[in-house]
């Protein structure tokens, strides 16, 4: 059973940084893709980053709206994905979710696992 346990959420004042955490059983990251999403009230799950795992390497990519501030990372040693966020603003206050599919982390349609999420906020 695949199991993802969310950490690292609170508040932070503008500029700030953040460093999320997800905890992972029952996968192997090389097997499946993992992203993070966000959510606000009233709106839609939004995708923020994925990351594809392999033996030679991986390949993460990143919506325009967090490129350049959210780095995500995987720790396969420590079945653990990460997401470092920097310069964020109060745009950027949502639950966070980590995720995991076997075939697509992109679309909020294709994803089947998800965590209970964390709570992010940014104050101005």
């Known amino acids: 059973e695949v199991q993802l346990v969310e950490s690292g959420g609170g508040s932070v004042q503008a500029g700030g940084s953040l460093r999320l955490s997800c905890a992972t059983s029952?996968?192997?990251?090389?097997?499946?893709?993992m992203a993070w999403f966000r959510q606000t009230p009233g709106k839609e799950r939004e995708w923020v980053s994925t990351?594809?795992?392999?033996?030679?390497?991986?390949?993460?990519t990143s919506a325009d709206s967090v490129n350049g501030r959210f780095t995500i990372s995987a720790d396969s040693a420590k079945n653990t994905l990460y997401l470092a966020m920097s310069s964020l603003t109060p745009e950027d206050t949502a639950m966070y979710y980590c995720?995991?599919?076997?075939?697509?982390?992109?679309?909020?349609?294709?994803?089947?696992?998800w965590g209970q999420g964390t709570q992010v906020t940014v104050s101005s």
């Open positions: 995720a995991a599919d076997r075939w697509s982390c992109n679309s909020v349609s294709y994803v089947k696992y």
């Open positions: 029952g996968l192997f990251f090389s097997s499946y893709c």
């Open positions: 990351i594809e795992v392999s033996p030679i390497g991986s390949t993460a």
